[in-house]
């Protein structure tokens, strides 16, 4: 499956400094505007790192507490901005050691009617991810398709090399692409 047919339907492009400025100024409109066009994203890589529901939810939501008290200054993405939020709070609650039980396979496939993950098609391919990546492959599959970010960001972010995001991501959709001819053959 080309990488492009796995992007997902985020409206990442809409968010702006602009509009991330007025959330610093209080604008609850805008906040609402950007957890519409972002909560996809921060939520999927949440999820990849954390691989709990329950403490994805909760950081999702303290990143848009975060942002909404954040003096925020225009450095450049913004949605880089939010996913670095994402992942500082996550670490932070993996520190903590306030984990509840991960969740088995079945669990990943159960629909949620709060489904905060876009499309069928997006939620097939996070519960593909997240039963045959590694963690980093994971997080950088969700970085990139979910949350439309360069591999130069993903690297960025991650604090690792271009090449290494660049083979793991490469080696990740070789183990998605056997992963689902491997199911389709069964079926």
Not at 86 to 104: F, I, P, S, V, W
Request: hydrophobic content about 40%; aromatic content about 6%.
């Amino acid at each position: 499956m080309p990488a492009g047919e796995m992007k997902s339907k985020t409206k990442s492009a809409s968010v702006s400094d602009g509009l991330i400025e007025s959330i610093s100024k209080g604008d609850k409109e805008a906040l609402a505007e950007l957890y519409e066009a972002a909560k996809a994203a921060v939520y999927g890589f949440a999820l990849s790192v954390l691989r709990n529901a329950s403490d994805a939810e909760d950081v999702m939501q303290d990143t848009f507490v975060r942002i909404y008290t954040a003096e925020y200054k225009p450095r450049g993405k913004p949605m880089a901005w939010i996913l670095t939020v994402t992942r500082n709070l996550c670490l932070m609650k993996l520190r903590a050691g306030k984990r509840t039980e991960t969740l088995d396979e079945s669990a990943w496939e159960t629909p949620d009617p709060r489904d905060h993950t876009g499309t069928w098609t997006d939620r097939i391919v996070l519960n593909a991810a997240m039963t045959v990546l590694t963690d980093e492959e994971r997080q950088i599959v969700i970085l990139h398709a979910v949350s439309g970010l360069k591999h130069r960001e993903i690297a960025s972010l991650l604090q690792i090399p271009l090449s290494t995001a660049l083979s793991k991501y490469r080696r990740a959709l070789s183990k998605l692409r056997k992963q689902l001819e491997e199911t389709d053959d069964e079926e």
